[in-house]
């Protein structure tokens, strides 16, 4: 969970966001490291069976840095209606397949056992569902012969690292909201 400061949501084409917090339930989480790295508060709430708890404790770390913007990546957890209804349109997530198809786990084990021939990756707002907020940006692979799930998986992830800002631009520009369901941004 990456947190982007109001001061940085423009409607112009330049951005100037920074990241501000990075929130993990997993203690291990290499993105921790990395924001500690770089100076950026970095937290872990475990979130266990206590989900309640865990979105508790993230929103006062939310609170406390003025974020206006969350990226999930690697979040494999649902979080309740009343968390994502409080951060409409300011919560984000990446997800190795081409939505609708493919949600949830191991996406891309069912995009391989169903015999497709692209995948991709979906950078869509979150809400009370799984993996079914709008649509804002989407990246497409070819499926080669001989893939396994480690190979598609690489080449999914190389486009993750470049939709995933994409997204965050468009958001932070005003050129994607989840009012404006379906519409992808480059």
């Known amino acids: 969970m990456a947190a982007f400061p109001p001061a940085h949501r423009r409607a112009s084409p330049a951005v100037d966001a920074s990241v501000v917090l ?7 989480a290499g993105a921790l490291v990395l924001a500690r790295e770089a100076g950026v508060r970095a937290v872990h709430i475990p979130f266990g069976r206590d ?9 006062r770390e939310l609170e406390q840095h003025g974020v206006d913007l969350i990226a999930l990546a690697g979040f494999m957890r649902v979080l309740s209606p009343a968390f994502t209804g409080a951060w409409r349109g300011r919560l984000l997530n990446v997800h190795p397949s081409l939505l609708p198809a493919f949600p949830g786990l191991h996406a891309v084990r069912q995009a391989l056992a169903a015999g497709v021939d692209r995948s991709g990756c979906t950078v869509h707002f ?3 569902g799984v993996d079914t907020g709008p649509v804002i940006v989407r990246r497409e692979v070819p ?9 598609l998986q690489a080449r999914i992830q190389a486009l993750e690292h470049e939709a995933f800002p994409a997204a965050v631009r468009a958001v932070l520009r005003g050129e994607a909201s989840p009012v404006a369901s379906g519409v992808e941004r480059p």
Do not use: I, K, M
Request: aromatic share 4%.
């Open 22 to 28: 990075v929130v993990s339930d997993r203690r291990d």
């Open 143 to 151: 499926v080669l012969p001989g893939d396994d799930e480690a190979a």
């Open 126 to 128: 979150v809400d009370a």
């Open 51 to 59: 989900r309640e708890g865990f979105e508790e404790a993230a929103q």
